[in-house]
């Protein structure tokens, strides 16, 4: 009895799959969605509302909500027997996480005192770090929840996520460094990428082989 406002795959076992939602739940299922169990009952307050939720290995889950303006990451390396809260900030809103190989982990969020943010880890989470990923916010602009795409090639993130002011904000160094892609669509409510080839979305379709250097309208149904 709840809204549910996102939800991950585990990359390394497709069977195991997560969601969050309002009043701080997180739900896991380990047979393709057969089942599912509520982890953070009585473990996550029920007044903070999760947006967005990235599992990894071993085991560990990592949503992130708000209660009011604050924000708060919660972290499991038990598959929810136990959370930790590993980050909170006083306003803004964490868009997406992203758990990645060689503990490499990522956040990106809507801007907070004119400057985005970004948060890295290199232990899967457990602790965040913003040193060295200074990006300014550019007028008002603002991000959408779970508007992310990123792939690995050669050891190094390729990593873009989407605004509301017809850009859409590329790193092709695991996060450090960030350029801007103009597109034509204002609201780039989702990304997906594999390989060079991308997609995104908003009130319009989008496509580009070229990890989003140009973006051409795709003219669907």
Not at 42 to 55: E, H, Q
Not at 188 to 216: A, D, P, T
């Amino acid at each position: 009895n709840t809204s549910l406002n996102s939800i991950a795959v585990n990359n390394y076992s497709s069977n195991v799959i997560t969601a969050c939602g309002n009043g701080g739940v997180i739900l896991l299922t380990t047979d393709l969605g057969v089942t599912w169990n509520n982890i953070s009952s009585g473990k996550i307050p029920a007044n903070i509302d999760l947006y967005t939720v990235s599992i990894g290995i071993p085991n560990i889950i990592i949503a992130a909500g708000n209660s009011g303006n604050a924000t708060f990451v919660y972290r499991t390396d038990n598959n929810g027997l136990n959370w930790n809260l590993v980050f909170t900030q006083p306003e803004g809103k964490i868009n997406s996480i992203f758990l990645g190989l060689n503990n490499f982990s990522l956040m990106t969020g809507n801007p907070v005192g004119r400057r985005w943010s970004l948060w890295k880890s290199g232990n899967q989470g457990a602790v965040w770090d913003s040193a060295g990923m200074y990006l300014p916010q550019n007028n008002s602009e603002s991000g959408f929840i779970n508007s992310f795409g990123t792939f690995q090639q050669n050891n190094v993130y390729k990593t873009w996520f989407g605004t509301n002011n017809n850009r859409i904000y590329y790193s092709n160094s695991s996060g450090t460094n960030w350029s801007v892609q103009n597109i034509s669509e204002q609201n780039i409510y989702s990304i997906f990428s594999i390989g060079g080839y991308m997609l995104s979305g908003g009130n319009n379709l989008y496509s580009s082989i070229n990890y989003g250097s140009v973006w051409n309208e795709e003219l669907t149904p």
